[in-house]
C-alpha cells in the first residue's frame, strides 16, 4: 500500500512519499518443522499434508504460469480461511436481512424476488424455487392433497468452526433439516437414503395407480409407462396375482387330532407288514442256500 507523508516536517525536502510494507497473511510453516520453498509454501507429498492437517491449516495446489502442476501446495491458516469467507460474504451483503451481522439469514421469499440486487447474487434454482413457492401460496397450497408442500429456500443453518454462518442455500424442505447439501452429507445416518427411498416410493404409489387407471382406459402403446408404474407398484408391496388359501376345511367330523392317529396307525401297519414280508424272503433265501449246499456235496 502506497500512502503519501501528510504530517508537516521540519525539513520540506524530507516531505517524500512512504512505502508502507504490506501485511503479510501466509503462515510461517518453518514454525511446523516444514522445509518452505517460499512463505507458506511446501513441497506436495504425505508428510506436510499430514503436518498441515494436525494445525487445521488447508491448501491450495500451485501451478505455473502456463497452468501445469509445479507439485507444491500453498498452505492458509484457519484465519487466512476466516477473512476469506468474511470478503466473499461482503459481496453477498444484499442477501442478509442484518447486513452488520455475518450470521444473518438471507432473505427469503417474495423480499427476495422484489430485491433485484439479492436476486441477481443467489442461484437461479434459489429463484425457481422461491417462485414456486410464492405460486403455491399464492393458490392456497399445493394443487393436489397428495403432493408436499413446496420449500422455501434459506440460508444454511450449520455454523462452521470458525464461528462463521456457512453461506451456502438450504432447500427448506423439512426432511433436509434446514441445511444445505453438502452438510447435509454429513448429518444422514447410515441406511437414512434408503427409508427416504423407500418413503418415496411409498409415496408414489398412489400416481402410479392413476397412470394404470389411466391406461386401462385410454392407453394405445404405453409399455414403458405401464412398465415403470408396476414397478413402483411391486417395490411398494403391492403385488399383482392371486391370492391361494391353504386352509384346510374338515367336513366329516373328525378333529385334526383323530386324523392324524389314524394315518399313523395306517403307518405303523404298513411297517409291519414289510418287516414281516422281509422276514418271508430271509428265510426262503436260507432254505435255497441249503438246497444249493446239498447238491454240491
Known amino acids: 500500500m502506497l500512502e503519501l507523508n501528510s504530517k508537516p516536517s521540519d525539513d520540506e525536502d524530507d516531505n517524500e ?25 511446501v513441497e506436495d507429498n504425505y508428510e506436510n499434508r499430514q503436518a498441515l492437517r494436525r494445525a487445521h491449516f488447508t491448501w491450495d495446489s500451485v501451478y505455473s504460469q502456463t497452468g501445469a502442476p509445479t507439485g507444491l501446495i500453498a498452505a492458509r491458516s484457519p484465519e487466512q480461511v476466516k477473512e476469506r469467507r468474511l470478503l466473499s460474504l461482503i459481496e453477498k451483503k444484499p442477501l442478509l436481512v442484518e447486513r452488520d451481522r455475518v450470521n444473518s439469514d438471507y432473505l427469503t421469499g417474495l423480499d427476495l424476488l422484489v430485491d433485484e440486487e439479492a436476486c441477481k447474487l443467489s442461484p437461479p434454482w434459489v429463484i425457481a424455487s422461491t417462485r414456486g413457492w410464492v405460486k403455491e401460496q399464492d393458490a392456497g397450497g399445493p394443487s393436489s392433497p397428495n403432493r408436499a408442500r413446496a420449500g422455501m429456500p434459506h440460508r444454511c443453518t450449520k455454523v462452521k468452526t470458525d464461528g462463521v454462518r456457512c453461506m451456502l442455500w438450504a432447500s427448506g424442505r423439512i426432511k433436509d433439516g434446514g441445511v444445505c447439501r453438502m452438510h447435509l452429507k454429513s448429518v444422514r445416518k447410515p441406511g437414512e437414503d434408503v427409508e427416504r427411498a423407500r418413503r418415496k416410493l411409498m409415496q408414489s404409489a398412489p400416481y402410479a395407480v392413476d397412470v394404470l387407471e389411466e391406461l386401462m382406459e385410454n392407453a394405445t402403446v404405453e409399455q414403458v409407462r405401464l412398465k415403470a408404474s408396476t414397478e413402483i407398484l411391486d417395490r411398494a408391496g403391492v403385488r399383482g396375482g392371486m391370492e391361494l388359501d391353504v386352509g384346510v376345511e374338515v367336513t366329516d367330523g373328525r378333529s385334526p387330532a383323530q386324523i392324524v392317529a389314524e394315518r399313523l396307525a395306517r403307518l405303523a401297519e404298513g411297517a409291519a407288514g414289510l418287516q414281516k414280508r422281509l422276514g418271508e424272503m430271509a428265510e426262503i433265501e436260507a432254505v435255497v442256500v441249503e438246497e444249493t449246499v446239498e447238491k454240491n456235496d
Open 17 to 41: 512519499p512512504a512505502h508502507d510494507t504490506p501485511l503479510d497473511m501466509r503462515p510461517n510453516l518453518e514454525e511446523l518443522g516444514l522445509l518452505e520453498m517460499e512463505r507458506g509454501v
